[in-house]
């Protein structure tokens, strides 16, 4: 995302950037907004990383999130970038969407899926504010990694346990899925055929003054990301799953 410098922008940056750039060509192809400023709803946008740096490309964007702490703080950043008339945040949770919004041409659902009570019923609500053709930008947690990161750091019950889960376990942090399982979720929602990327396969992995004290380490930390997320054998190993879908 534009304008990263301290050290946790750089870190960030890494973090988000394989989304970031998926989220634009969706907004930047011909089929997505043709030039005009989108209408996008950020559901569980949080503090708004994504939704204020949106409405600084000129889009407008809605954040509907449960927290009162998270939409302060969306609203002080919002300011801050001199976006305010072109991000609103509401306090509201996914299974209302329909009550709250109007259509949109993008919903972003990042890091949501984990927490709802029905992931299945939470894809339908989506699909019914998109405007037809309208994209899904969703990024959810991978299991795969979450049971190699337990097993790496002791946890072995831990890792156990999630090696045989599936989307309805609901565990410490939340639910985890499988490739094949959003893509069965999201044609259940009837949403069109999707494509992937593999989110910070080696992100969470590299030491974090590595990136700190070596020049140029975040530049091309973020580039060796780009270069895997659309290599399917990265998928699994994927702290994070992104999907874009078309509805
Ligand atoms: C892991 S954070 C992700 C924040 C942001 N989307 C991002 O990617 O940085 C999860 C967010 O979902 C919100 N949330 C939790 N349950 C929700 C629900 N049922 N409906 C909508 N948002 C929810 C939380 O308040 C929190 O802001």
Redesign the pocket.
């Known amino acids: 995302m534009p304008g990263t410098s301290t050290s946790h922008e750089r870190r960030q940056a890494v973090r988000t950037g394989v989304v970031w750039s998926a989220v634009r060509d969706v907004l930047d192809a011909p089929d997505g907004s043709s030039g005009e400023p989108a209408r996008i709803i950020?559901?569980?946008?949080?503090?708004g990383?994504?939704a204020v740096a949106l409405a600084e490309l000129g889009h407008r964007v809605q954040v509907?999130?449960?927290?009162p702490d998270?939409l302060a703080a969306l609203d002080r950043r919002a300011r801050e970038r001199d976006v305010a008339d072109l991000v609103s945040g509401q306090q509201?949770?996914?299974?209302d969407l329909a009550d709250l919004v109007d259509e949109a041409d993008l919903v972003?659902c990042?890091?949501?899926l984990?927490?709802?009570?029905d992931p299945a019923e939470a894809l339908a609500t989506i699909a019914e504010v998109l405007r037809p053709g309208g994209h899904l930008s969703l990024?959810v947690a991978q299991r795969h990694a979450a049971v190699v990161a337990r097993a790496m750091a002791g946890h072995f019950q831990a890792a156990r346990e999630l090696l045989d889960a599936d989307v309805s376990t609901s565990s410490r942090g939340g639910r985890r899925f499988t490739h094949e399982e959003v893509l069965g979720l999201l044609s259940g929602a009837g949403f069109g055929p999707s494509t992937v990327h593999a989110v910070r396969v080696f992100a969470d992995l590299v030491p974090g003054n590595l990136i700190d004290l070596e020049p140029g380490a975040a530049t091309a930390l973020a580039d060796l990301e780009q270069a895997v997320a659309t290599r399917p054998e990265f998928l699994p190993l994927a702290t994070q799953l992104h999907l874009l879908a078309q509805h």
């Not at 950020?42 to 503090?47: A, E, S, V």
């Not at 509907?64 to 927290?67: E, H, K």
């Not at 509201?92 to 299974?95: C, I, K, M, R």
């Open positions: 950020d559901i569980g946008g949080g503090t990383g994504f509907i999130d449960p927290s998270a509201g949770d996914l299974a972003l990042h890091g949501v984990e927490v709802v009570d990024l």
